[in-house]
């Protein structure tokens, strides 16, 4: 078995995706409103700042902050997961081994980590952040995609709220 071994820095800044277990499901975006308040809940409890955050309806990609003497966003994550799958009625078939763990087979069990390096990685994952809403063809302009950090980022005037353009301007597709 492999030991993965996730980077631990104190204080650090780090992009994450995090992936329900269903890919064509719109969990997510579905129950939203109890997504917020979960991430919430462990945000007061074990505090953190949010940079940027996109929730599509079946991954998130968020950039969190942690604090100086502070390291461990897995245990974050872990309270996030178990917390928005406890108490929900979802059809899922769980593997012998996830029902063995006590697990909804809600989620991925693993998920996207990257240490931020310096200004210019920041910019570029930010970037990345509020443009998958239009990558994924959910919209075609970055403001019309209601569940990401942008709107902050245009209220704070730090982006234009036409950021990003119309990709029915461009023409093409986008995807992973």
């Known amino acids: 078995m492999?030991?993965?071994?996730?980077?631990t820095i104190d204080g650090g800044i780090f992009f994450f995706t995090v992936v329900l277990a269903d890919r064509s499901s719109t969990l997510l975006v579905d129950h939203i409103a109890?997504?917020?308040?979960?991430?919430?809940?462990?945000?007061?409890?074990?505090?953190?700042?949010?940079?940027?955050?996109?929730?599509?309806?079946?991954?998130?990609?968020?950039?969190?902050?942690?604090?100086?003497?502070?390291s461990n966003y897995?245990?974050?994550?872990?309270?996030?997961?178990?917390?928005?799958?406890?108490?929900?009625?979802?059809?899922?078939?769980?593997?012998?081994?996830?029902?063995?763990?006590?697990e909804r087979g809600v989620w991925q069990r693993r998920y996207w980590e990257h240490t931020i390096r310096d200004d210019a990685d920041l910019a570029r994952h930010v970037d990345y952040i509020h443009f998958n809403p239009v990558r994924h063809g959910h919209v075609s302009r970055v403001v019309d995609w209601p569940y990401s950090s942008f709107h902050r980022y245009v209220r704070d005037g730090i982006l234009a709220s036409d950021w990003a353009g119309d990709a029915l301007d461009l023409g093409g597709q986008f995807g992973e």
């Open 74 to 102: 897995s245990l974050r994550w872990s309270l996030i997961k178990s917390g928005f799958s406890r108490g929900l009625v979802v059809d899922t078939v769980r593997s012998p081994s996830k029902a063995r763990k006590r």
């Open 2 to 7: 492999s030991r993965y071994r996730r980077m």
């Open 34 to 70: 109890r997504l917020r308040r979960i991430h919430e809940s462990v945000r007061k409890r074990l505090p953190f700042e949010v940079v940027a955050v996109c929730v599509l309806p079946d991954h998130i990609h968020v950039i969190w902050a942690l604090p100086v003497h502070d």
